[in-house]
């Protein structure tokens, strides 16, 4: 597991509380990575290489900007009023359970074909909002379902 932290800001479209105002956290990612193997040395892979391919897309994308649902027009359009901006659009609210989603089916696949000689595979991947708050998504629920919950989240929102 390797841990990352970042600093980022959200909203959650439709939240009936004041999670819909545009806020930030200090988040901390873990990314569960597993084999059926170990190298040589002992390992499943060095921590170094995991750390140097999720932390840097973490600080390329996520760190210190703003993470929002392609579907909030209103917040986008406030953001891009402001130079510079960084911001980052996912398919669906941005709630820890969504980011983990988003982390473990769309970015984690990308990053660990980068590792070569190494049969990797992400089993869990766990955002911390806050320190007594966390969502976590593993790859016991096949990403079929995850899709089917995703779409239901968002035909319910609309």
Partial sequence: MRQVKFCAGHRLLNHEGKCANLHGHNYVVEFHITSNEIDSLG?????????KLFKGWIDDNWDHGFVLWDADENA??????VEPHRLYLIPYNPTAENMAMYLLKEVSPK????????????????????????????????????????????????
């Fill in 76 to 81: 986008i359009q406030a953001l891009k009023q």
């Fill in 43 to 51: 390992r499943v892979v060095d921590f170094s290489v995991v750390n």
């Fill in 111 to 158: 990053l660990i074909a980068q590792i070569k000689g190494y049969d990797l595979h992400m089993s869990k991947v766990v955002v911390w909002e806050t320190e007594h708050a966390f969502a976590e998504v593993t790859n016991n629920v096949s990403l079929n379902q995850a899709d089917a919950l995703l779409q239901n989240a968002h035909r319910s929102l609309n």
